[in-house]
């Protein structure tokens, strides 16, 4: 300040722009410009970002790798020292390590402010980011064996593309969510970087602030690297997105009523039903093609875990005097009577029961699962 003081008074006494610069030892566009300047006010402190005209070719190379460190486990991401050594063998980097550090560290930083703000925003976005889904349940009736059922659908929404798919099942408990998932998950190749449920799925309930997850479902996003998060209640248009899609899946692949006798074998018609609704269609508000977006959302997955979850809930059962056990308060199967008032372990899955000897995990009798499922009659249907 004590030079540019000296300076401004220079030039208020006529001394020429030259002069001053040799007197004060700075240049004549330095002298120039602040004998000029019309605001000398005191200035905020701002952050002097690191500029380096070698490193600007690589950025975009450096956040992809950061990006994808995101859906790998925390032990193999990039460190500092290893993106600079990549940077100098893969691309041919000549800058310095100190400069690459700098980079690194302020990008991370911004990432984690991003998602930061996304999760205090609960997911308000208008924009989602490629991979991120929403879940939600929809319910229809469908033809099982000649008779018309009530059930539920589970609908995963990839909001960047707009591509839903679906799968049924006859109830909405952890099982059949994980269950659901698992098969989206399969059929896509990859996990989801993010999830939004519905405060209404067996997932969990959001109390107050407090989030509560079921015991299978905390498993599951364990076991998968899944990252999730509930809605609000009657917060529907934080999951907009899913919310349309239940009702287009219903409206056109629900009808007319669909008849089949095994829902496993529809639910695998059904995902490539799906993705056959969005074959020639182009994303509202960007003119894009659904099935190229969908291609983005396929390489933001992370990959598939090795094992196969068993979506399955266990519960310990004693048997009565005929062998026989009860579950869901009004289902009944039969362990055998060599099992008459023994304890047993079931496997409740979405779609099947196992009952197991507890000493030596052998599966003992197996059943398809029943459901307290309501059956629409012709005086109860309506219309419209």
């Given at each position: 300040?004590?030079?540019?003081?000296?300076?401004?008074?220079?030039?208020?006494?006529?001394?020429?722009?030259?002069?001053?610069?040799?007197?004060?030892?700075?240049?004549?566009?330095?002298?120039?410009?602040?004998?000029?300047?019309?605001?000398?006010?005191?200035?905020?402190?701002?952050?002097?970002?690191?500029?380096s005209e070698v490193l600007a070719p690589y950025e975009e190379t450096i956040?992809?790798?950061?990006?994808?460190?995101?859906?790998?486990?925390?032990?193999?991401?990039?460190?500092?020292?290893?993106?600079?050594?990549?940077?100098?063998?893969?691309?041919?980097?000549?800058?310095?390590?100190?400069?690459?550090?700098?980079?690194?560290?302020?990008?991370?930083?911004?990432?984690?402010?991003?998602?930061?703000?996304?999760?205090?925003?609960?997911?308000?976005?208008?924009?989602?980011?490629?991979?991120?889904v929403q879940v939600d349940f929809g319910e229809a009736d469908f033809r099982?064996?000649?008779?018309?059922?009530?059930?539920?659908?589970?609908?995963?929404?990839?909001?960047?593309?707009?591509?839903?798919?679906?799968?049924?099942?006859?109830?909405?408990?952890?099982?059949?969510?994980?269950?659901?998932?698992?098969?989206?998950?399969?059929?896509?190749?990859?996990?989801?970087?993010?999830?939004?449920?519905?405060?209404?799925?067996?997932?969990?309930?959001?109390?107050?602030?407090?989030?509560?997850?079921?015991?299978?479902?905390?498993?599951?996003?364990?076991?998968?690297?899944?990252?999730?998060?509930?809605?609000?209640?009657?917060?529907?248009?934080?999951?907009?997105?899913?919310?349309?899609?239940?009702?287009?899946?219903?409206?056109?692949?629900?009808?007319?009523?669909?008849?089949?006798?095994?829902?496993?074998?529809?639910?695998?018609?059904?995902?490539?039903?799906?993705?056959?609704?969005?074959?020639?269609?182009?994303?509202?508000?960007?003119?894009?093609?659904?099935?190229?977006?969908?291609?983005?959302?396929?390489?933001?997955?992370?990959?598939?875990?090795?094992?196969?979850?068993?979506?399955?809930?266990?519960?310990?059962?004693?048997?009565?005097?005929?062998?026989?056990?009860?579950?869901?308060?009004?289902?009944?199967?039969?362990?055998?009577?060599?099992?008459?008032?023994?304890?047993?372990?079931?496997?409740?899955?979405?779609?099947?029961v196992a009952v197991c000897d507890c000493e030596t995990g052998e599966v003992?009798?197996?059943?398809?699962?029943?459901?307290?499922?309501?059956?629409?009659?012709?005086?109860?249907?309506?219309?419209?």
């Open positions: 300040m004590d030079k540019i003081e000296d300076m401004r008074k220079r030039a208020r006494g006529g001394e020429p722009i030259a002069s001053i610069a040799r007197a004060v030892g700075a240049s004549e566009p330095t002298v120039r410009k602040y004998a000029r300047m019309e605001d000398l006010s005191p200035e905020p402190p701002r952050r002097r970002e690191p500029e956040d992809s790798w950061l990006d994808d460190d995101c859906r790998n486990w925390r032990k193999q991401r990039h460190t500092a020292t290893r993106v600079y050594v990549r940077l100098r063998d893969e691309e041919g980097y000549t800058g310095s390590y100190s400069t690459v550090q700098r980079y690194v560290k302020r990008r991370r930083e911004e990432m984690a402010r991003e998602r930061d703000r996304r999760d205090a925003e609960g997911f308000l976005t208008l924009r989602w980011l490629p991979g991120e099982v064996r000649g008779v018309v059922t009530r059930g539920e659908y589970l609908t995963v929404t990839f909001p960047h593309s707009n591509v839903g798919l679906t799968q049924v099942f006859w109830g909405e408990t952890a099982e059949c969510v994980c269950q659901g998932l698992r098969n989206v998950f399969e059929f896509v190749g990859g996990v989801p970087r993010r999830a939004v449920f519905d405060n209404a799925t067996e997932v969990g309930r959001r109390v107050g602030g407090e989030v509560r997850t079921s015991e299978l479902f905390r498993r599951f996003a364990a076991h998968h690297g899944l990252d999730y998060t509930l809605a609000n209640p009657y917060s529907g248009n934080e999951k907009g997105s899913v919310e349309n899609k239940v009702g287009c899946h219903r409206r056109n692949l629900f009808v007319p009523v669909p008849s089949f006798h095994d829902v496993r074998a529809f639910n695998r018609r059904l995902l490539e039903d799906c993705l056959d609704l969005s074959e020639g269609k182009r994303r509202h508000g960007l003119g894009t093609p659904e099935s190229e977006l969908f291609g983005e959302d396929r390489e933001a997955l992370s990959p598939l875990p090795p094992a196969a979850f068993s979506c399955v809930r266990w519960e310990t059962r004693r048997c009565n005097k005929q062998g026989t056990i009860t579950v869901g308060g009004a289902h009944r199967y039969s362990a055998g009577p060599a099992y008459a008032r023994r304890e047993v372990a079931v496997a409740l899955g979405a779609f099947d003992v009798a197996a059943y398809e699962r029943e459901w307290d499922r309501p059956r629409p009659t012709a005086r109860t249907r309506r219309c419209g």
